[in-house]
């Protein structure tokens, strides 16, 4: 008989035809959560298998909030967030907020609404890499959601574990308009992490010439 670690394992190694075999022998399986309390739809979105992410939602009933975020479903969101608005402050069981997801994976739209809804463009997450959403958006090179935190208040030079700023995010991935997004907002091109590198060496140390030169002239 199934049970949720096969499930999951399934989707920690990648195994679609396996998870498509457990999810036919039980479907509530798509409903199964890891040690931590982390569902099996969030583990596969971390994992960045769409394909897994696609099968496990057509399983699964009803998104959480943290999953509706994550994912895009603005319209589950807005019916949770309706019925219980204190879901924009609520922590994931791995000590995120839904707003961390939207720029980790991507979704302006449920920014807005997160924000909307009064969620916290500051918060920290409650775990050892202490992000931000401005963090969580420059991992992922996503604009549109980093503009929105930077409009409605969000510590633009915030450090996350490490001593890393989204700026630094932005150098590594050379990423030029969010740095010039970033410095725009007042980012401090000087900062440096914890290992002694500041936005320009670490734009060099992964062959972002250009950029390197761009944040150099900036300090």
């Known amino acids: 008989m199934p049970n949720p670690k096969d499930v999951l394992d399934a989707v920690r190694q990648g195994d679609t035809e396996q998870l498509e075999r457990l999810l036919a022998s039980d479907p509530a399986l798509a409903s199964a959560r890891d040690e931590n309390g982390v569902s099996v739809l969030m583990q ?25 975020a994550a994912l895009g479903d603005e319209a589950r969101l807005d019916a949770l967030l309706s019925s219980d608005p204190s879901l924009a402050h609520a922590w994931s ?19 807005r609404l997160l924000i909307a809804h009064g969620a916290d463009v500051r918060a920290v997450a409650r775990n050892p890499m202490a992000v931000t959403p401005l963090h969580s958006a420059a991992a992922s090179q996503e ?77």
């Open 93 to 111: 069981a791995d000590g995120f907020t839904a707003l961390h997801f939207t720029g980790f994976f991507r979704q302006p739209a449920c920014a």
């Open 143 to 219: 604009i549109e959601v980093a503009r929105l935190l930077l409009e409605k208040g969000a510590e633009v030079d915030a450090r996350q574990e490490g001593g890393f700023t989204a700026l630094h995010a932005a150098a590594l991935h050379g990423d030029e308009a969010l740095s010039e997004l970033l410095l725009s907002r007042g980012a401090n091109p000087a900062l440096k992490a914890a290992n002694g590198s500041d936005a320009a060496a670490f734009a060099r140390e992964k062959g972002h010439a250009s950029l390197a030169q761009k944040l150099q002239a900036r300090l």
């Open 44 to 68: 596969a979105a971390y994992h960045r298998r769409a394909e897994m992410v696609q099968i496990l939602r057509s399983k699964k009933e009803l998104l959480d909030a943290f999953e509706a």
